[in-house]
Structure formats: structure tokens, C-alpha cells
């Protein structure tokens, strides 16, 4: 995926912003919260790190190209790199990062899910 379909794929998700921090990486927030960190640079793959379930979390960190996120996963948190090849085709990592969006949203406060549109009464 590259960095222009990274970022219109998020822009798409719902009441999603966008911030440049930790050395240069695309960081995407729902309520405030990360959801996905994208890095691009230099000769190195892109790299993608998101929240998941822990059942993923088992599958995903034993695949090739991926990982526990560095820094996130260390810290007890669900969190999954993809760093290098083969790891997840195009339609799987939006499929992770659509449900890492949903996971961070879930865990918002009812009244931030309302103004924010993303909790139907």
C-alpha cells in the first residue's frame, strides 16, 4: 500500500484525524486515540502498525512480515507490525486497519462514540 492509499484509505474510516509525530510516521486517531501508525522512508518497506484482538494478536506476531508493534506490544498492548514482505496483502492490512479503527472506537466513552457520530441510538 502506498503512502496515498494509506492515507485516503483513513481519511475514509469515520471521525478519524491525522497527525505527523514519533520521527516523521503518519499517525491516525479516532477520538483522540491511535489507531494505525504508518511509517514511509528511506529504501526500507513501509511500515504499518495497528491494534488487534488477541486472538489475532497469536495468529499475526508468529507470520512472516510481521511482528508485535516495537514499543506498544512491549507494553502489554495488542498491537501487530507489518514490516516486510510477504506479510498481509493490500485488502487484508485495510481489513486490520478497519477493524483496528473499530476496536480503538469501541473502547471510546458512549458520550465521545455520540459526538462523534459513531454510536446509532
Known amino acids: ?3 496515498d492509499e494509506f492515507q485516503a484509505f483513513c481519511a475514509g474510516l469515520p471521525a478519524t484525524s491525522h497527525v505527523i509525530q514519533w520521527g516523521n510516521s503518519d499517525v491516525w486517531k479516532v477520538g ?3 489507531f494505525v501508525i504508518g511509517g514511509f522512508g ?3 518497506p513501509a511500515r504499518f502498525s495497528f491494534k488487534v484482538s488477541e486472538l489475532s494478536y497469536e495468529i ?3 507470520q512472516p512480515g510481521l511482528r508485535p508493534a516495537p514499543y ?3 507494553r502489554g498492548m495488542t498491537w501487530i507490525q507489518h514490516y516486510d514482505a510477504p506479510g498481509l496483502d493490500d485488502e487484508a492490512l485495510r481489513d486490520y486497519i478497519r477493524e483496528s479503527h473499530r476496536i480503538v472506537a469501541a473502547g471510546l466513552t458512549k458520550k465521545k462514540q455520540r459526538e462523534l457520530g459513531l454510536l446509532k441510538d
Open 32 to 34: 483522540g486515540k491511535v
Open 1 to 3: 500500500m502506498t503512502r
Open 60 to 62: 499475526l506476531r508468529e
Open 72 to 74: 506498544l506490544a512491549s
Open 42 to 44: 528511506g529504501d526500507e
